[in-house]
Structure formats: structure tokens, C-alpha cells
């Protein structure tokens, strides 16, 4: 049953917030592992642009450093930054001690980091990454903030991933249903504190990011690589919001734009217990608003399980916006 809320609730952060290790740990167990592969890009993109040290990184929203720590292998130092302390505090229980000793955790928005008091030796950034949190955040503020931290020469690397794609259509169409449900429990957005929220994630996922300007004053060498983006990048179809928004191109003159047809690319086997699993990280703690409708998501799970026979290869629409200070 959806109720009025006068609380600021927007979308993941604040349902996240309070949580403790254990839903950390099952967040990065329901999620997609990037490919080293993906990686190896942004570094390949890092080495060939600019200046290509690689001392310091900087993962902006870390949530519990999983990202962090990948990148962790390829860099001297890592800072992981993000608003939600718990999740800061969850990181040194689940990332190995010999990752852990060379990365520093940070409590702050992305749009206030350069004020928010990094150790002087750690601010001076060669690669910026923003995984699965753009959406979140005021875009050209945040962008500013990177800027700053970000040494001329050196790379900010934003993506966000999407819904899983299946084998078989009609395994898309029943998760599109039970998505679409599950954000309908969390109605109403319109005329509440969380709305501009809602609205900015929307419309970054419906522009497949495109609506996030790098400008030409402070970037150069702009790409934006679209994996599997013949799908939606948005988790549920536009019937679980209770607005419209459309898409946004503030794409440069100079972008270049990469649409990729992969659908190899970061596979995993998953079955409906895995998807259900994402879709309770990607909406956390919705079973409380769903009440007695909760049965429903549990009866399109078991048509999703029937439909799937078992485990089998799904894949993600991803975009990749890569960019070097100047
Ligand atoms: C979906 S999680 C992503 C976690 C991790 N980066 C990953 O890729 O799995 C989004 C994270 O962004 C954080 N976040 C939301 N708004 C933020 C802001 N304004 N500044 C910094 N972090 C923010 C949330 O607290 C959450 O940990």
C-alpha cells in the first residue's frame, strides 16, 4: 500500500541508509561484476589521453568500495567516497586487508569533495570513477567538484548499468512487469520531497547519461560507449512513475558515441532468484510499501522462474562516459 511522505525518499540512497553489512554484502552479491575487460578500457582510455599516472583513483558513491577495490589493482591509492557512513563502515569487513591498507574511505557528497577534507596527498586525482551513481547526483555540480580534484591530464570515467536482458523475450517482458510493479509500490513521487530526485534519475537513464554535459571549457576527448542500448537503461518502463520526463541530449560537438551490440558483454548466468535479488538491491526495502501486494511480485517471480528454466545468460545495457580534464 502506497502512503503520502512528507520524508525525503529518494531513489536507492535514503532507503539504503542505516543499513548494515549484511545488506551491503547481498547488494554486491545481486549485482553485475564488471569484466576486467571494462577495466582495462578505462585505463587503456587513461594511458592513451592525457597523462597516464596512476597513482591516485577516486570512486565517487563507492557505497561499500566494491568498485573501489578493483581499481584497487591497478592504482597506488584509492579513495572511496559516498554520503551513506554505514556503507563507508561496511568496506573494511568485506574488501580483503592487503586492498584495504592502500584505500581511504571518505564520508561526503560528490558535490562537495573538494571541501570535504581528503588527505592533501590524496587529492590530487588521475582517474575519477563514477559506478552506478551519476543519476544520483546534481550533475554540473558534481562535475565541477571532479574538475578540481581531477589533475589536468587525468581521466573521469562515469557508468551506470541497466536492467538484466535476457535469451528470451518473454523473460524480458515478465522482469519489465515486475520491475514496473515494484516502482509503483513506491509511488507517490509527484509532490514530495524526493521528486526533483526521481525526476533527475529518470531522465539520466531514459538519455542514457546523454543528458550529462561534459563541457568543452574543462574536457576534452569525450566518448560514450553504449553497450546493449538497443534496451533500456532504465529499470522499470515509464508506467512505474507517476510523471513523464523524456530524454535530454547535452552531448558536445566533439562526443564521440559508441553503440555496441554485445550481448556477451559482462554475462552472467542468473535464474529468477537472481533477478529477484537485483531487483531487491535495485529497490531496496520496497517489500514494506508493497503490504499485502507483495504476493505479486512473488507470483510474477515464479512465472519469470518457469519462463527462465533455470540458470541462463543474461546480459546489461551499459553506458561508459569517459573524459580528460584539461
Ligand atoms: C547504487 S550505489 C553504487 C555503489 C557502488 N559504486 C557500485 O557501483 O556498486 C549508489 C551509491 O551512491 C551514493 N550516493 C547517492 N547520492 C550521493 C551523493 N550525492 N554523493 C555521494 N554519494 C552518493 C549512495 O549512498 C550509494 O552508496
Known sequence: MSQTSTRLETPFTTAALGSDASFWESYIASRPSPSEDFFRLINE???????SRME???DVGTGPGNIAARLARYYDQVVGSDVNEQALDAAPKLISPDLLKRMTFVRSPAEGLV?????TNLQN???LVVSECMPLLDAPRALEAFHTLIRP???VAIYFYGRPIFQDPVCDAIYDRMATRICQFLLPFQGTPGEPFHRRGAEGLVSFLDNIALPASDWENVERHKWNCDYPLLFNSPDGFDFEFHPVDRRGEGDITHDIVDRDFWAHEWDADNVKAYLDSVYPHYRGQAGESYAEV?????ELRAAMGGKQKVTFSVVLVLGTRK
Open 125 to 127: 586525482t588521475d582517474l
Open 56 to 58: 591516485v583513483a577516486h
Open 115 to 119: 571541501t570535504a577534507g581528503i588527505p
Open 298 to 302: 512473488e507470483a510474477m517471480c515464479e
Open 45 to 51: 582510455y587513461h594511458a592513451s589521453h592525457g597523462d
Open 153 to 155: 591530464g587525468g581521466t
